[in-house]
């Protein structure tokens, strides 16, 4: 069982990337798939997440409107596209997996069972 995240990098302000999270050992089936971030020193925190049956989106307050969360499931996927990235942005980013998780726990990063190894974005002129 296991996460592959991947797609992070060096970006100008106001750049986008798009970061890849693939499930490998199991399907996603009945699992909830989020990306979260982390700078050094602050706690984790929610970027976006989704229900993989069905579509149910969550996004952080910080990321609303600016970052679209999505998946594929043939290739097992979920995508996080962010535009209109800022400094700010500047993280870790990982993404994680949770069986049958309800709305209300989407953003809590302790209800995950699975994480992927995190990846870097730095957003930066």
């Known amino acids: 069982v296991q996460l592959q995240a991947s797609g992070g990098g060096l970006v100008q302000p106001g750049g986008s990337l798009r970061l890849s999270c693939t499930a490998s050992g199991f399907t996603l089936d009945y699992y909830t798939v989020g990306w979260f971030r982390q700078v050094p020193g602050t706690e984790r925190e929610a970027v976006a997440v989704?229900?993989?049956?069905?579509?149910?989106?969550y996004y952080g307050d910080s990321t609303k409107g600016r970052f679209t969360i999505s998946k594929d499931m043939a290739k097992n996927t979920v995508y996080l596209q962010m535009n209109s990235l800022k400094p700010e942005d500047t993280a870790v980013y990982y993404c994680?997996?949770?069986?049958?998780?309800?709305?209300?726990?989407?953003?809590?990063?302790?209800?995950?069972?699975?994480w992927g190894q995190g990846t870097l974005v730095t957003v930066s002129s």
């Open positions: 989704i229900r993989w049956n069905g579509g149910t989106t």
């Open positions: 994680a997996a949770a069986y049958r998780l309800i709305y209300s726990n989407f953003g809590v990063p302790s209800s995950y069972h699975y």
